[in-house]
């Protein structure tokens, strides 16, 4: 009996405790954060600015008139999804801002365990998030 109840114990101990990882939502979060400040740097710097992403992660690259380079220092750096995120559609998206800050527009979807967050980039390179 006073095993059961220790087992029964245990399971809620085991059932409370949160995920230590990061959630969707926050995945979400940082990846539209840094889109924006992409939009932001094409504006201030008056060049094409990209980011794409993949199911691994994302990275950002810069336009400089003859060809695109790998942006990776300040926020521009690559980065990669937190475990167990995967992203629909499962090809890469890539998201082009131009010196106006004016974007095609693109969603994806990050999704683990049953929950998701869609992002949305317009036209007018706004980025918004739901979920």
Aim: charge should be negative.
């Amino acid at each position: 009996m006073t095993v059961a109840i220790i087992g029964l114990a245990a399971g809620a101990v085991v059932l409370s405790v949160p995920d230590p990882r990061p959630s969707v939502a926050e995945d979400a979060e940082r990846f539209a954060a840094r889109l924006s400040r992409a939009g932001e740097e094409a504006v201030l710097t008056n060049r094409p600015i990209a980011v794409e992403a993949t199911a691994a992660g994302y990275g950002f690259s810069a336009f400089d008139g003859i060809a695109w380079s790998t942006l990776d220092e300040g926020p521009f750096g690559p980065a990669r999804w937190n475990e167990g995120v995967s992203m629909s559609p499962a090809g890469p998206v890539r998201v082009v801002f131009d010196p106006t800050g004016v974007a095609e527009p693109a969603t994806l979807t990050l999704s683990r365990d049953g929950r998701a967050a869609r992002i949305d980039v317009d036209g007018a390179g706004e980025v918004t998030i739901d979920g």
